[in-house]
């Protein structure tokens, strides 16, 4: 059956001030020493499984130009812009009616834009079985990230052990984000999963549970279908997307649906949530710092720096973020780095929106 | 008897970069919320007991410029310029001569031009006493600080506290920096004040004394003072002055010379030595930070903050002290403050002295 992917490129991103911008989110960025863009990467990954033509974007209209320029080799129509943001089932939804105006059928792959694989083999590995997974009846499948301590900032996946099928396992329940002593008892029961938004089933499986569980978005998405490749889509689009229940995936029809199975994902998952994940992507050096740019630092350890043109000189600090960009500098503890979005607030309270 | 004054501004001033740059040393920079620079506060505080056209500025050519631009009423021909720096000795033998080719005599007050004083009144007093003692007799009057805490980083005079002229006491000795026990015993005593490098005499007592302790220097400068007003002062100068004993004043004449008084200054001197001091001198806000130019602030405390126009955002940062400029960005711990110096080696090292 055919492969096709659906990347979500529509997120925001403000943790990545001020190297990420309104108009140039985090997806856009690149955090890695190879240059490449998240987006870029997360495409990149995915090749092996699925070809460039069988790959959708959604976005939204600011960042189609920054799509095309990053992704030369995409189709243009697989660009998928939103005309207002509706959460991700009805991103969903839009993905699965234009693989399924295209093929009678498919795979259909679901994936962050921005996040960050270390193992692409294992992805690759991962991927492949989780197709045959969703292939191989209506089964939903999300990948899970096998938790390596007691998160609280992510959903889990708790899955029975007993019920294996080709190395995938049957999901008891989807829960919440936990408090501390709760998301301890999952990491030591070892039957839970992080669950990071990555999903895969066939276009006609998801299409079901469209209709059976968001069955007025269910209708709305038939209508988009039934414009793709005329020239009313861009109307029938505005009319109808605003309209789609404003829903999450996982609580609009993971949570209710039945026959969902899950995999592990071993394959050095990050989720790239604020400036601190530099500090595990990027090569430190022996001071344990990821230094980048015009810098030159004195007495300082464990600090992230990343420079642009102007000279940034640094002494004594420790655990200190600091992000350079042509009209703005950020200088942030580590510990603090969650408050940045207090500086995007003040900006807007302040009227300087030319900083956002 | 004339009151005449020769202010020092050859001073690089390296402490307070990246504001402070070789051709901008931190005399001329302003680190007062008024905008003045510190030369200009200099010249502006002593203006009630001496004319402008009786101020000497001894300086060297980098810096012709900055001080006819920053004292636009000083005469052209009292911007004094070493051909090469000889440390105090010469640079106020220099003025002397000077002020000696134009007054028969005259009372000569020498002052840095990078120290603050917060009561300029209570300044103003102590130097009309100190002139008073000068004009007596042969006297070295030299105004010393009254120390509030063991500082090891100046040197100190001891003075007779029996031996009372007119407010002034004779000076028994001076003494080098000394470490923390030895400093806490002088603050202890009560007969020490700080040398804070600020002196008044008469002309005639501080050329005898040249002709006495540093005698061919005191030949050299009577070269220069014959060639004052004469198209030949110029090549003079360059002869002789590279020839003078490079020498500090201290060494060489207030440690041998008799007739030595001091009057202890408590008009609030601060010298101003890095950015520590812009804590000390300019305004705080309520948690404890200075704030000045494009900056947004959050869950920030005790923190020395000299934006530009680059907007500078900050999050959680304790003591840390952050200057902006338009080609260089300084990040330092205040605890650390001491070590800029090595940002400048490591600049200089690199060849990187466009930032210098």
Known sequence: MKKTALIMAGGKGERFWPRSRVNLPKQFLSLTDDGKTMIQLTVERISPLVDIKDVYIATNENYREL??????????????????????????????????????????IVLPSDHLIKNNDIFKDTFVKACEVAESGSNLVTVGITPNYPETGYGYIKYNKDACNNGSYSVEKFVEKPDLETAKSYLADGTYLWNSGMFVWKVSTILNCFKEFMNSTYNGLLKIKDSIGTDDYQKVLNEEFPNLESQSVDYGIMEKASDIYTLAGNFGWDDVGSWLAVGRIKANDSEGNVINGNVVAVNTKDCIIEGAEKLIATVGLRDIIVVDTKDATLISTKENAGEIKKVLAQLREDGNTQYL
Do not use: W
Request: net charge negative; hydrophobic share 35%.
């Open 67 to 108: 799509v095309k320029e990053q992704l030369p080799g995409l189709p243009e129509e697989n660009i998928l812009c939103e005309p207002v943001g509706r959460n991700t089932a009805p991103c969903i939804g839009l993905g699965a009616v234009h693989v399924a105006s295209k093929y009678e059928d498919g795979v259909m």
